[in-house]
């Protein structure tokens, strides 16, 4: 099978790209010269022929949100993904199924959320993510659409758990105050077989959540690090610091949202690290 991720040099495309192959499939990532070459070409030869693409692309969030840097956000996404979806759409043979990305901060901070939600939260990630969705909607609708609304993935050796880890490897468990928002998750792991389950599952469309079905606080996930550090003290830091280091982008960690991935689990899929003990066990297991 023929898979074309963008995004595919990022903590989840590297690793994804990576269990694909030793599945036996021939993955080709795609960088960001693909996207800059103006005639288009390099990026439509390869997702010719292609069986599945998977859509990742897109600048990091955890970054302070200036103008500038919006734009960048918006661009490596929206951009991207309109790009995509025209050359797909102008293919002779389209492929099997699109995968594009997305993440929970579409939904509002108030009351759960499963895939069959309606409300759009507020603000410019929420926006940024309607945006995003929208262009990847397009896509002709003989091509298998799946929407992915990430959770905050959590990995070794990127992503947010080596930050969310370092206070306590000095031995200061650091709550983010309040410290009672929720923080939808999801082990790297589980969300790679998710993609897999995914690719063999042909009933799945549309929007589906890729978050643990255990719903946790900020405060009981460093709680539950530091524990495994032996940290001394925990401590909660207020949110107003965040906002002097981060500006408008400390939403993303001082607030939170309720997120269900109703599809997921009643398509069947099980989950290797459904709680915070267990994605802790994986990953101090690595060690």
């Known amino acids: 099978m023929k898979i074309v991720i963008s995004g595919g040099s990022g903590f989840i495309g590297t690793n994804l790209t990576e269990y694909l192959n030793a599945k036996g499939n021939e993955v080709i990532s795609l960088g960001s010269d693909y996207f800059k070459d103006t005639s288009g070409e390099k990026l439509r030869n390869a997702l010719t022929g292609a069986d599945v693409v998977i859509n990742l692309a897109g600048v990091s969030i955890n970054h302070r949100w ?14 991207t993904t309109r790009k995509i979806v025209n ?28 895939e069959y939600s309606s409300v759009k939260g507020k603000g410019f990630l929420s926006d940024l993510c309607e945006a995003w969705e929208e262009e990847a909607k397009k896509v002709t609708s003989t091509i298998r659409r799946v929407i992915t ?41 589980d969300l790679i077989k998710a993609m897999e389950h995914i690719i063999d599952n042909i009933s799945l469309s549309g929007i589906l959540n890729f978050v643990s079905p255990c719903q946790i606080t900020n405060r009981d996930v460093m709680k539950a690090i530091g524990k495994r550090e032996n940290s001394w003290l925990t401590i909660t830091v207020p949110g107003f610091f965040i906002w002097l280091s981060l500006g408008q982008a400390s939403t993303f960690i001082t607030e939170g949202q309720c997120v269900i991935p109703k599809k997921l689990t009643d398509s069947g899929f099980s989950f290797e690290a459904p709680t915070v003990e267990k994605l802790l066990d994986k990953i101090y297991a690595i060690d």
């Open 66 to 79: 200036s103008r500038t840097y919006k734009k960048k956000m918006y661009n490596s996404r929206v951009i």
């Open 87 to 114: 050359i797909l759409n102008g293919l002779q043979r389209k492929p099997e199924l699109f995968i594009s990305a997305s993440a929970v901060g579409y939904y509002p901070n108030n009351g759960c959320n499963d």
């Open 149 to 189: 609304r990430f959770g905050v993935v959590l990995g070794k050796n990127g992503g947010a758990f080596p930050i969310l880890r370092l206070p306590a490897r000095f031995k200061v468990a650091t709550v983010i105050g309040p410290g009672d928002q929720l923080l939808p998750w999801i082990y790297l792991g």
